[in-house]
């Protein structure tokens, strides 16, 4: 698995991302799951990825929630998550000197501090504040992440919850770096699931999915 986890801190104007799944193969009570054109992904009965939570498996078909909507996918169909309707929770960050967007949120309950970075795939954490937050990597699963300073191995976790200003996401992708971070990155994992408009040295996150 090679996941991006470089520094941008760069947003143009508003973006809107829609969890795309589509459905490779099924083994067995598995289901091989493509998620936002990245490469299959092995999901059991119950287990959640980037938003995406395999619910049940037929012979030829699955259940899956995208982002809290149920959706029945065939061998070879891809859905779409939809938007959540009425009144959103929001975050509104505000740029430092240097144009970055830092904020204080929380991972499962505990204090965080987070940078925003369109660049990372997924949440970026330090092994450090990974042991700080309580979280296990006996089990996580294990790859190389590309970064500024080449490639390093990391753990992938999913974060029970993921909290900043109003907006409280569930189930989301994480990766756990060895290196010392000052901040959390949140990267897209989270801000896939909002829309964010930035006007000068103001962002909004507008939450899309739960």
């Known amino acids: 698995m090679l996941l991006g986890l470089g520094f941008s801190g760069v947003l143009w104007g508003a973006q809107a991302f829609a969890v795309e799944v589509g459905l490779a193969g099924i083994l067995g009570s598995k289901a091989m799951l493509t998620i936002d054109g990245a490469a299959p992904r092995t999901l059991a009965v119950g287990q959640s990825y980037n938003g995406v939570k395999l619910l049940a498996v037929q012979s030829d078909s699955v259940q899956v929630e995208i982002d809290g909507k149920r959706r029945s996918l065939k061998i070879g169909q891809n859905a779409v998550g939809a938007e959540s309707s009425g009144e959103n929770a929001r975050a509104t960050l505000m740029a430092d000197k240097l144009g970055h967007f830092r904020t204080t949120g929380s991972i499962n309950g505990r204090p965080v501090r987070f940078i925003v970075d369109t660049g990372a795939s997924v949440i970026g954490i330090s092994a450090s504040e990974a042991k700080r937050l309580g979280l296990d990597l006996s089990r996580a699963e294990t790859g ?29 992708a994480a990766g756990v770096l060895p290196q010392d971070m000052p901040y959390a990155l949140l990267g897209m994992s989270f801000l896939n699931r909002t829309t964010m408009e930035r006007n000068g040295d103001t962002m909004i996150l507008i939450q899309r999915y739960k």
């Open 144 to 172: 190389v992440s590309a970064t500024a300073n080449g490639l390093v191995e990391f753990h992938a976790v999913t974060l029970n919850t993921v909290k900043v200003g109003d907006i409280t996401l569930h189930n989301v």
